[in-house]
């Protein structure tokens, strides 16, 4: 059995775990981010203090062994004019709070009841039981406070950081310690990646983790956060914040030049790999164009997990 440990949030985090919840032999575990401030889960923070549910949400579906049905229910979000009430809510987030009340405000007892109702494939730890807010310093010198406004500023990252020291999840480190690989990505790299290891607990587990850390690289770039970044500016700015990397897996597909031209439109450009890279690339087939966008494919993913699982 090996030990699996998956560390970021968002759709790039549950991309990697829809991929490999499936591999026999491995005992998967997911860190997750609790400061996002937007949305649904911005919202349900400021009204009962509590660390953000959404990513975690998220992660919990994608292990899921559940029916589809049943995910689109708690993936479903209350349409509206005005996010007043229910109005732009999913109805996990909803649940995981409820459940929250019925356990005490134990957050961790929440996420247990959730996935024993969705019968996931794994274990999910918050990086932290904290309620956090992520700030950016920006290169020219100005503080971008909270993790929905981050991107929206539009400058050049020059840090993100906690306004004091934050406590760590200790099922999230004891996962660190006992891991034998350790995968970082896809996904925003200051807002879903880089709270994790910042969190000074979590960075120093993780530089002393016996693991393979695996970054899987993202293959375009975010506005707002990694605007005209190449795969060397990915890798420094993870170790800035914490995050000791062995092994960085790329993508080497072709994207269509009409795909490209679009995502140009959008201020996002081709993650490229110009040099300078002191660690092992690992480069492989991970990208799917359907409906012209550009994603990693889960099911390309786990071809590539298990070749490195192998090596474990």
Same mark, same amino acid.
């Given at each position: ?22 591999? #026999? ?10 400061? @996002? ?37 708690? @993936? ?36 247990? #009841? ?39 500023? /539009? ?48 960075? #120093? ?24 970044? @190449? ?12 995050? /000791? ?12 030049? @009409? ?50 699982? #192998?090596?474990?």
């Amino acid at each position: 059995m090996k030990n699996v440990v998956v560390i970021g949030g968002g759709h790039g985090q549950s991309t990697i775990v829809r991929g490999i919840k499936d591999i #026999e032999d491995i005992d998967l575990k997911c860190i997750v981010t609790v400061a @996002d401030d937007g949305g649904s889960t911005g919202r349900l923070r400021e009204l009962y203090n509590i660390p953000a549910v959404g990513d975690i949400r998220n992660v919990l579906l994608a292990m899921s062994d559940h029916e589809e049905i049943f995910n689109k229910l708690l @993936d479903y979000r209350f349409e509206g004019q005005d996010e007043k009430d229910v109005v732009g809510h999913s109805l996990g987030n909803l649940i995981m709070v409820a459940l929250m009340g019925l356990n005490g405000g134990s957050l961790m007892s929440a996420i247990k #009841e959730i996935g024993r109702l969705l019968n996931v494939k794994g274990r999910v730890f918050p990086a932290s039981l904290e309620v956090l807010t992520l700030y950016a310093k920006n290169i020219d010198g100005t503080i971008t406070r909270g993790e929905a406004n981050i991107p929206k500023a /539009k400058n050049r990252i020059s840090e993100v950081y906690y306004d004091h020291e934050v406590k760590a999840d200790e099922d999230a480190l004891n996962a660190i310690l006992n891991a034998d690989l350790i995968i970082y990505g896809i996904g925003s790299l200051y807002t879903s990646i880089a709270p994790i290891p910042l969190i000074k607990e979590i960075g #120093e587990a993780l530089k002393s983790s016996k693991a393979k850390r695996v970054y899987f690289a993202n293959c375009m770039t975010q506005q707002g956060e990694t605007y005209n970044y @190449d795969l060397k500016d990915h890798l420094e700015a993870l170790e800035k914040h914490n995050a /000791k990397v062995d092994l960085i897996v790329r993508h080497n597909n072709e994207i269509p030049r @009409d795909i490209l031209y679009r995502y140009y439109a959008e201020d996002s450009i081709e993650v490229l790999n110009n040099g300078g890279i002191d660690i092992p690339v690992l480069e492989r087939d991970l990208l799917d164009f359907s409906n012209n966008n550009v994603r990693h494919d889960p099911k390309k993913i786990r071809t590539v997990v298990e070749e490195l699982l #192998e090596n474990c």
